[in-house]
């Protein structure tokens, strides 16, 4: 079975400062997708970034930005100049052929003015 | 982004009646939804995959006569909580998505319960 695992339950980072939150997963599958979502305190889950396995170059969304190594399955996520509105709790996420979305265990991350 | 949206927003009931929470893809067609339970400071948790026109897939462990799931087109899908109880109090939450491999799943804003 496919697992996801953020080993970071917190972290903090300085506003306008660049913040990488890490993860790792573990499946058998060839084909997958992996995204970054963030949910801040209004619990609305928002898509920040995704990459699709088969491609080699990392995803990049404006200040967003992934370190996809394919053969460590690990999948980070880097905030570059940090703002006050991305404090927030973000789950990495896993796809296959089920379908099925699979969650990290998620990081809270503080941005301090 | 697609646009998913939920009603209610929140609900408060009492112990014993039931719950419908709506799910709704407003700007595309959504084959696949799936239902998500949410506890604080934690993440989600799969309930089922309901796929347009046919019965919901329930993970294990979550009770299909107690979380009634209808998908009846290709933008609305609804889950039920049955003769709700305290311990069925959470953050529910839907997701869309076209069913296409990959495809990305959009989330709607999620539904607090809470019953008394």
């Known amino acids: 079975a496919q697992t996801v695992t953020q080993s970071q339950p917190e972290m903090s980072v300085q506003e306008a400062e660049t913040v990488t939150l890490s993860c790792t997963y573990d499946?058998?599958?060839?084909?997958?997708?992996l995204f970054w979502y963030k949910q801040p305190p209004s619990r609305q889950m928002i898509l920040v970034i995704r990459?699709?396995?088969?491609?080699?170059q990392n995803a990049t969304e404006n200040r967003f930005s992934v370190n996809f190594q394919k053969a460590a399955k690990s999948f980070s996520l880097k905030i570059s100049d940090s703002q006050l509105g991305d404090a927030a709790m973000y789950f990495c996420?896993?796809?296959?052929?089920?379908?099925?979305?699979?969650f990290g265990q998620g990081t809270t991350l503080q941005v301090k003015p | 982004g697609a646009v998913v949206s939920q009603h209610p927003s929140r609900v408060i009931c009492k112990s014993g009646t039931s719950v419908k929470i709506e799910c709704r893809s407003l700007d595309f067609q959504a084959t696949t939804m799936f239902w998500y339970r949410q506890f604080p400071k934690q993440s989600l948790m799969l309930m089922a995959t309901?796929?347009?026109?046919?019965?919901?897939?329930?993970e294990q462990g979550v009770e299909k006569d107690k979380f009634l799931i209808n998908h009846a087109s290709l933008t609305l899908s609804t889950l039920t909580v049955t003769s709700a109880h305290p311990e069925d109090s959470s953050f529910y939450i839907c997701?869309?998505?076209?069913?296409?491999?990959?495809?990305?799943?959009?989330f709607g804003p999620g539904t607090r319960l809470l019953v008394l």
């Open positions: 499946t058998s599958e060839s084909d997958y997708y």
């Open positions: 997701s869309a998505s076209s069913g296409l491999e990959g495809e990305t799943q959009y």
């Open positions: 996420a896993y796809t296959g052929n089920t379908g099925k979305l699979i």
């Open positions: 309901s796929n347009e026109g046919s019965k919901a897939t329930y």
């Open positions: 990459q699709e396995a088969y491609k080699q």
